[in-house]
């Protein structure tokens, strides 16, 4: 018999993605969300879509996720973001992974972004594994980071083959809403770990960025959207130490 699956969505004022994200979990057993108490609707839809809508204040992304596995049903997770969706293709991977006794316990999944009129296919942005997104319960937690959330897996990790979509960006005035949220919070993270700044690390670190994503990692391949998203990493990682220099000199 197939094992049954739940879907666990952190959300947070993003309504204008919501019912691609949700549509997309149609094949699911259940989707659990979380909400950080959204003011924009997002709450609203979710409820058409599920019961099992819960709110937390936001206390890091990986407290969130670990909230969201204690109110899910099943033993087999399917972590989705809000401006992410499945595709078809890994709703038919996934199910037929879990008709049979899977060889993993846990599963990364690739992504592929969409920025600036078309799909990003280097940047470091492709495949774009982030924490594995298909897993048993039993045997994942995340760290409890504010930001950039690590995991810890007992057992075997695997990697499926299809694909789950995102636009990260519908517009760059979201980039620079996101990047002021995440640098504030990296840097907060930084500045708790006991990092130091240091001057030199607001023109190091953006060049090396920016060399990174656009030479070492083919984003001139991508052409204008690659440049530009080179740019634009670079200027968050300038603003990420801006921020922890703001921070000490808070003490």
Sequence with gaps: MPQK?????IAYNDAPNMRRCLNS????????????????????????????????????FGTLRNQAITHAAHDWIFSLDTDEWATREIQVEIRALLAQEPSAHAYLVPRRNYFLGRWIKHCGW?????QPQLFHKAHMRYREDLVHEGFDVKGQTGVLQSHVEQ???????????????????????????????????????????????????????????????????AY???????KLWEFQEKR
């Design 5 to 9: 699956i739940s879907a666990v969505v």
């Design 25 to 60: 979990l149609d094949w699911v057993d259940e989707i659990v969300v979380i909400d950080s108490y959204s003011t924009d609707g997002t709450t609203e839809i979710c409820l058409e879509y599920t019961d099992k809508v819960f709110h937390y204040p936001f206390q890091g």
């Design 126 to 130: 492709y495949p774009d594994y982030r």
């Design 167 to 233: 636009i990260p960006f519908r517009t760059l005035d979201q980039y620079f809403g996101k990047m002021d949220r995440y640098s504030t919070l990296r840097a907060e993270v930084m500045h708790g770990q006991g990092r130091r700044f240091r001057a030199h690390q607001l023109f190091s670190h953006p060049l090396f960025t920016f060399i990174k994503m656009f030479v070492f990692r083919g984003g001139i391949f991508d052409r204008k959207p690659g440049l530009i998203l080179s740019i634009l990493y």
């Design 236 to 242: 968050y990682t300038f603003v990420k130490y801006a």
